[in-house]
């Protein structure tokens, strides 16, 4: 059972995401609803408790009107007003206390599913980036999703589409008072349901183009402060400026097409309300006229027209946000179908410490078809380090990228200790891997936390081991605040250099048993080469296993066995002094050329 938050409406920190854990189930596309509704059924109880008593409380208005007309002034009676104005306003408080009540709820539903939402959703939208290869803009959408189904949930409009059906009681109680009112109001109802279900049509594509154009905008956004320093350089600024200016202006067309069709509708619709009371006072009137009602009918007959009418002209106000949530569910749920959070497992395996394995594998890149490793098969050992070299899109980075499982393949097999991958959770294998990337990127925070890779169970020792093993413990005592140093955010800035040297500390962290450098010396000076190196010859030392990707034939020296990649395959694969000798064209004789 999922603890609900206190009364201040503020979400629990667990993010356990149990909501979104029976992928299977919510194919079905109505699970995660139903789900949503039977974990959050105590606010909802709130909600209908108060929803029933607020719109039952909504006749006072009326009843004091009636009762003034028909009997106060009649009557002259001041204590009769007196004690009528008294009761009402005590009923006023209390409808004010059940709509904050009833809001509340509202918004602690709103936070909890939130926080409920957040891990399952950032989760499957990093899996989908891994295994779809979309762009920056498509990699935002699902926090995008989130976000305006909770903004909806937050908002007025729940309370709107909660209030909907009492529309047919108020329409009841006019016809009590006379069939007349209660037909000139129905008739209204329809027209202004017919104004709502023309807006839910015309705001549904503008949404979706809404959508499309907002993230093409970020794309383009993103790809200008990546490519800062080179536009500035090469002149190329204001060519992507105006790319950006282009999908703006679509961004911009979008949203004030949705905003023209709700500024129409929505008026048009209050607009009708107004003049629907006025209908309804005109009929009372002939009422009255005709010895039917009497003045307190036609008062009260107007009021309850504008409060039976209230939800309709509240749902059409809040109906493009409506339809934002709705489409961010529907994308959500297929999202979370599609990329479930796996279940703890029972049986844990320990950490690898074997053989690395790869039998016939082929990969695509995310999104392809097309196959940049073909049948690659190898086998590294505990104590190995091997080499892959070979010309540029021969798909050396792409065999790093499956052998650390960042990549799934087409087909083939990929084990280690004897098991695949996915006999183990993701972080528990992930922690006896170390990667450097082409491209190492850093975390906001300290340069310990980075290190550690932000494991909140990391000690100094660990911290400090690493960075002696990268060769950077001096460096980082050198740094302004030692480990304490922030970077990123503006704070401390470190050259590519420096970079790698920092990634490499953190792929050592916690004595990894195997790990997978990608061109991990490409900015490094004579003294990082002879860090590295020294790194390699330690994972070596310890038992652990090595996987380099590189170009530069002095980074050969700690390795043990050298794969020749060509096209997507390997051609060539044995000890470092074979492979180099056949390339050299000359028998082995060790060593590494100068």
Same mark, same amino acid.
């Given at each position: 059972?999922?603890?609900?938050?206190?009364?201040?409406?503020?979400?629990?920190?667990?993010?356990?995401?149990?909501?979104?854990?029976?992928?299977?189930?919510?194919?079905?596309?109505?699970?995660?609803?139903?789900?949503?509704?039977?974990?959050?059924?105590?606010?909802?109880?709130?909600?209908?408790?108060?929803?029933?008593?607020?719109?039952?409380?909504?006749?006072?208005?009326?009843?004091?009107?009636?009762?003034?007309?028909?009997?106060?002034?009649?009557?002259?009676?001041?204590?009769?007003?007196?004690?009528?104005?008294?009761?009402?306003?005590?009923?006023?408080?209390?409808? &004010?206390?059940?709509?904050?009540?009833?809001?509340?709820?509202?918004?602690?539903?709103?936070?909890?599913?939130?926080?409920?939402? &957040?891990?399952?959703?950032?989760?499957?939208?990093?899996?989908?980036?891994?295994?779809?290869?979309?762009?920056?803009?498509?990699?935002?959408?699902?926090?995008?999703?989130?976000?305006?189904?909770?903004?909806?949930?937050?908002?007025?409009?729940?309370?709107?589409?909660?209030?909907?059906?009492?529309?047919?009681?108020?329409?009841?109680?006019?016809?009590?008072?006379?069939?007349?009112?209660?037909?000139?109001?129905?008739?209204?109802?329809?027209?202004?349901?017919?104004?709502?279900?023309?807006?839910?049509?015309?705001?549904?594509?503008?949404?979706?183009?809404?959508?499309?154009?907002?993230?093409?905008?970020?794309?383009?956004?993103?790809?200008?402060?990546?490519?800062?320093?080179?536009?500035?350089?090469?002149?190329?600024?204001?060519?992507?400026?105006?790319?950006?200016?282009?999908?703006?202006?679509?961004?911009?067309?979008? #949203?004030?097409?949705?905003?023209?069709?709700?500024?129409?509708?929505?008026?048009?619709?209050?607009?009708?309300?107004?003049?629907? #009371?006025?209908?309804?006072?005109?009929?009372?009137?002939?009422?009255?006229?005709?010895?039917?009602?009497?003045?307190?009918?036609?008062?009260?007959?107007?009021?309850?027209?504008?409060?039976?009418?209230?939800?309709?002209?509240?749902?059409?106000?809040?109906?493009?946000?409506?339809?934002?949530?709705?489409?961010?569910?529907?994308?959500?749920?297929?999202?979370?179908?599609?990329?479930?959070?796996?279940?703890?497992?029972?049986?844990?395996?320990?950490?690898?410490?074997?053989?690395?394995?790869?039998?016939?594998?082929?990969?695509?890149?995310?999104?392809?078809?097309?196959?940049?490793?073909?049948?690659?098969?190898?086998?590294?050992?505990?104590?190995?380090?091997?080499?892959?070299?070979?010309?540029?899109?021969?798909?050396?980075?792409?065999?790093?990228?499956?052998?650390?499982?960042?990549?799934?393949?087409?087909?083939?097999?990929?084990?280690?200790?004897?098991?695949?991958?996915?006999?183990?959770?993701?972080?528990?294998?992930?922690?006896?891997?170390?990667?450097?990337? #082409?491209?190492?990127?850093?975390?906001?925070?300290?340069?310990?936390?980075?290190?550690?890779?932000?494991?909140?169970?990391?000690?100094?020792?660990?911290?400090?081991?690493?960075?002696?093993?990268?060769?950077?413990?001096?460096?980082?005592?050198?740094?302004?605040?030692?480990?304490?140093?922030?970077?990123?955010?503006?704070?401390?800035?470190?050259?590519?250099?420096?970079?790698?040297?920092?990634?490499?500390?953190?792929?050592?962290?916690?004595?990894?048993?195997?790990?997978?450098?990608?061109?991990?010396?490409?900015?490094?000076?004579?003294?990082?080469?002879?860090?590295?190196?020294?790194?390699?010859?330690?994972?070596?030392?310890?038992?652990?296993?090595?996987?380099?990707?590189?170009?530069?034939?002095?980074?050969?020296?700690?390795?043990?066995?050298?794969?020749?990649?060509?096209?997507?395959?390997?051609?060539?694969?044995?000890?470092?002094?074979?492979?180099?000798?056949?390339?050299?064209?000359?028998?082995?004789?060790?060593?590494?050329?100068?």
């Amino acid at each position: 059972m999922i603890d609900f938050p206190g009364q201040n409406g503020r979400a629990s920190s667990t993010c356990d995401g149990r909501l979104a854990r029976d992928g299977r189930a919510i194919a079905k596309g109505r699970y995660l609803f139903l789900r949503f509704v039977q974990n959050y059924r105590a606010r909802f109880a709130v909600v209908a408790v108060c929803s029933i008593l607020i719109n039952i409380l909504t006749f006072a208005g009326s009843l004091y009107m009636l009762l003034v007309y028909d009997s106060v002034l009649p009557s002259r009676s001041v204590p009769t007003l007196t004690g009528l104005f008294v009761m009402l306003v005590v009923i006023f408080l209390f409808q &004010f206390a059940f709509e904050q009540i009833r809001s509340e709820a509202l918004l602690g539903i709103a936070n909890h599913l939130r926080s409920d939402l &957040f891990r399952p959703v950032h989760y499957a939208t990093i899996n989908s980036t891994l295994r779809r290869g979309k762009g920056e803009s498509d990699r935002l959408q699902p926090i995008r999703d989130l976000d305006q189904v909770h903004a909806f949930l937050s908002g007025m409009g729940p309370a709107a589409i909660i209030d909907l059906p009492w529309v047919l009681l108020f329409l009841i109680v006019l016809t009590a008072l006379h069939w007349t009112l209660g037909l000139t109001a129905l008739l209204g109802t329809l027209v202004l349901t017919a104004l709502t279900l023309a807006t839910n049509r015309r705001t549904e594509s503008g949404t979706r183009d809404l959508t499309i154009a907002t993230g093409r905008r970020s794309e383009a956004s993103l790809t200008e402060l990546r490519l800062a320093e080179s536009a500035w350089a090469m002149g190329m600024q204001r060519r992507l400026i105006d790319k950006t200016c282009a999908w703006d202006g679509q961004l911009v067309q979008a #949203q004030t097409g949705l905003s023209r069709t709700m500024s129409k509708l929505g008026g048009a619709g209050r607009l009708f309300r107004v003049f629907l #009371q006025s209908v309804v006072l005109t009929v009372g009137a002939l009422l009255v006229i005709d010895g039917d009602a009497s003045g307190g009918v036609i008062i009260a007959a107007s009021v309850l027209t504008g409060r039976a009418l209230a939800p309709v002209d509240q749902a059409i106000a809040n109906w493009r946000s409506f339809a934002a949530a709705r489409s961010g569910w529907a994308r959500l749920v297929a999202l979370l179908a599609q990329f479930p959070q796996p279940e703890p497992r029972s049986v844990r395996l320990a950490r690898p410490h074997g053989a690395l394995e790869l039998q016939d594998v082929w990969v695509a890149p995310p999104g392809s078809q097309l196959a940049v490793v073909a049948g690659a098969s190898l086998q590294l050992r505990p104590g190995q380090a091997l080499a892959v070299v070979g010309p540029s899109a021969a798909g050396k980075s792409s065999l790093a990228k499956t052998i650390l499982g960042i990549w799934k393949p087409q087909r083939g097999d990929i084990r280690i200790d004897g098991a695949t991958y996915d006999q183990w959770d993701a972080d528990e294998i992930g922690g006896a891997f170390g990667y450097v990337a #082409q491209q190492v990127e850093l975390v906001e925070g300290t340069v310990a936390e980075n290190i550690a890779r932000f494991d909140p169970e990391a000690t100094s020792d660990l911290v400090i081991a690493a960075a002696r093993a990268a060769g950077l413990h001096d460096i980082i005592l050198g740094l302004p605040d030692g480990y304490e140093t922030r970077l990123g955010g503006g704070t401390f800035e470190l050259s590519a250099g420096q970079r790698q040297r920092f990634g490499l500390a953190r792929a050592l962290y916690r004595d990894p048993h195997l790990v997978v450098l990608d061109e991990a010396n490409s900015n490094l000076d004579a003294a990082g080469d002879e860090a590295l190196a020294r790194a390699i010859e330690g994972v070596k030392a310890r038992g652990g296993m090595v996987v380099m990707i590189t170009h530069r034939p002095a980074t050969l020296g700690p390795v043990t066995h050298i794969a020749l990649m060509q096209a997507g395959r390997i051609v060539d694969l044995d000890t470092r002094d074979a492979v180099l000798a056949r390339l050299q064209g000359k028998p082995a004789q060790g060593g590494v050329p100068a």
